[in-house]
């Protein structure tokens, strides 16, 4: 089973926990294949290093070069932007259950360094979200 099949089944029988970030981040190497949609989106995006802290939980990163996404468990070299939540708030925000910009607002996810390459993620997960069938707030 893939990662994007291995995604729909975890979240669709409640069970995606933070820990499953590296699976998430698989399917969206692999939709960046796949969808006409991620890749016209990739297109736009400039290059860009996202660090993924889930503390206590995992670590995780995309990285976006030359429009092309990859992504991996782990820390990659020289973020552009870092972003640190609890294990609650990491499996919401991949799973549609809590919205970043208030998860960001409420200081449950915390985001150093550019704020508008963190934006850009947001783009990025909705495209996945709705490849996956998920309802995002």
Known sequence: MGNIEDVKKLIDDGAFE???????LGALQELAGDSEDLE???EDTEDVKIQFDV?????????IEDH?????????DDPDVTLQMDEATGR???TGET???SAYMQGDLK????????????????I????????FE
């Open 92 to 94: 919401g925000m991949f």
């Open 40 to 42: 016209d989106e990739l």
């Open 55 to 63: 503390i206590d939980t995992i670590k995780a990163w995309i990285k």
């Open 18 to 24: 933070a820990e499953n970030l590296p699976v998430f």
């Open 111 to 126: 985001i150093v360094g550019e704020m508008a390459k963190a934006m850009k993620l947001r783009a990025l997960i909705e």
């Open 68 to 76: 092309k996404l990859t992504a991996g468990e782990g820390e990659v």
């Open 128 to 135: 996945v979200a709705e490849e996956l069938d998920i309802e």
């Open 99 to 101: 919205d970043a910009a």
